[in-house]
């Protein structure tokens, strides 16, 4: 099996380090990028600001990091949007999207609506697959994305573009999160989303997708077989514990994103498992059934 091809590679997008701090993809929606660029977050957390246009309000998805710096980048869109904030919205529990969700929240006298009551807190609103969201002159849909995480969640505007948090990222691929990301749930939601038609993928990290984003996400179902071929190839010629697994699979990729790559090699052994392919032994030693 050959390595799919990602149709990104001839878009024109921002360079890693290039994503501009803010940006306004569509009247709706403005971008703006919290400062915390890494590894695991790319350029760093990309915070969404929605509202309709003159409505005076706004919603605020993934306020990421509780930092100083970043809120007064989000206060300086709110006082061009001559907008106050209605409500915070997160797509899933990791900190790097949820930390500011509480804090935010209470500075804004506003409420957390999320996937986990964790997340949302004791005054929050717990968000499940189907719920809307009818807020600032606007109305999100809740579309149910786990895989990722248990509790992740993507929000489908009235535009047509998703918000689609850690599910797909702007450059790259996502990490299926061990022991709680689950990679049937995950190719699941991808084919969900893929039913949705989305105009436009705003991506949790990196750049917003605008362009045939269905073979964007083609390429990450494409992807996902193609890790399961990997793993099978290398156990086929004898058991291999994770961490030989990881270095021979992710020998081309930087050993700062292994230990995401740990997780993600997890996940998929465990559904190779549970389809009855793999067998995990002893000493954390896998081999083909």
């Known amino acids: 099996m ?6 990104r590679r001839s878009w024109s997008l921002p360079a890693p380090g290039e994503l ?7 009247p709706l929606v403005t971008r703006v990028l919290a400062p915390n660029p890494s590894p ?5 957390t990309n915070t969404y600001v929605v509202g309709a246009p003159g409505s005076g309000q706004v919603v605020v998805v993934d306020p990421g990091p509780d930092d100083p710096v970043h809120l007064a980048a989000v206060r300086e869109v709110l006082a061009a949007r001559a907008a106050e904030v209605v409500a915070v919205l997160v797509t899933h529990h990791h ?23 964790e997340v949302a807190g004791p005054d929050g609103r717990v968000l499940a697959d189907g719920d809307t969201v009818t807020l600032a002159g606007t109305s999100l849909a809740v579309v149910a994305t786990p895989g990722h995480t248990r509790d ?8 047509g573009s998703v918000l689609v948090g850690d ?18 749930a995950y190719l699941d939601s991808l084919r ?29 179902a494409a992807h996902r077989a193609y890790r399961e071929f990997q793993l099978l190839e290398a156990l086929l010629g004898g058991d291999r514990t994770v961490a030989e697994l990881v270095a021979h699979v992710y020998a081309e990729v930087p050993r700062a994103v292994w ?8 996940a998929t052994l465990a559904k190779l498992s549970a389809t009855g392919q793999v067998v995990c032994g002893a000493g954390d030693n896998w081999r083909v059934a």
């Open 167 to 184: 599910h797909v990222l702007g450059r790259g691929t996502s990490v299926v999160t061990h022991p709680e990301g689950d990679v049937l």
């Open 152 to 159: 992740h969640l993507a929000f489908r505007t009235e535009t």
């Open 259 to 266: 230990p995401a790559a740990e997780q993600s090699t997890r």
């Open 2 to 7: 050959d390595a799919p091809v990602d149709p």
């Open 40 to 44: 695991m977050t790319l350029d760093g």
């Open 95 to 117: 900190g790097d999207h949820a930390e500011a969700a509480l804090p935010w929240a209470a500075r804004f006298s506003v409420q957390v609506a999320a996937g986990s009551a």
């Open 192 to 220: 969900r989303v893929h039913r949705l038609g989305p105009a436009a993928l705003y991506c949790g990290h990196g750049p917003e997708l605008t362009e045939d984003v269905g073979s964007v996400l083609e390429f990450y």
């Open 20 to 26: 501009p701090r803010t940006a306004e993809p569509e």
